[in-house]
């Protein structure tokens, strides 16, 4: 997401009284983990939505196979998750 992108969603966020709370990206032939590279950036001090949760999508012969959620945890460092299970799956 480029600089421009995020800062037109938080301002469509804000205009409406709301803010980001969730973010997600895939892993094409890859479980719904988050990474070492996955943490390292969402750890940046200008990573521009630090209280969001992290969805990773695991994708694997063009179907979805997983989702996992992550959060920060609160002064302590580090992420926490697990698997999220669709409805109907």
């Given at each position: 997401m480029s600089e421009v992108d995020y800062l037109e969603v938080v301002r469509q966020a804000e205009s409406a009284?709301?803010?980001?709370?969730?973010?997600?990206?895939?892993?094409?032939?890859?479980e719904a983990y988050f990474s070492e590279l996955d943490q390292d950036f969402?750890?940046?001090?200008?990573?521009?939505f630090p209280g969001a949760a992290h969805f990773v999508v695991s994708i694997v012969?063009?179907?979805i196979r997983g989702v996992g959620a992550f959060r920060r945890l609160q002064g302590q460092g580090g992420f926490e998750g697990r698997a999220v299970r669709a409805e109907g799956r």
């Open positions: 009284g709301r803010f980001v709370t969730g973010i997600y990206h895939s892993h094409v032939d890859a969402a750890s940046q001090p200008l990573f521009p012969d063009r179907e």
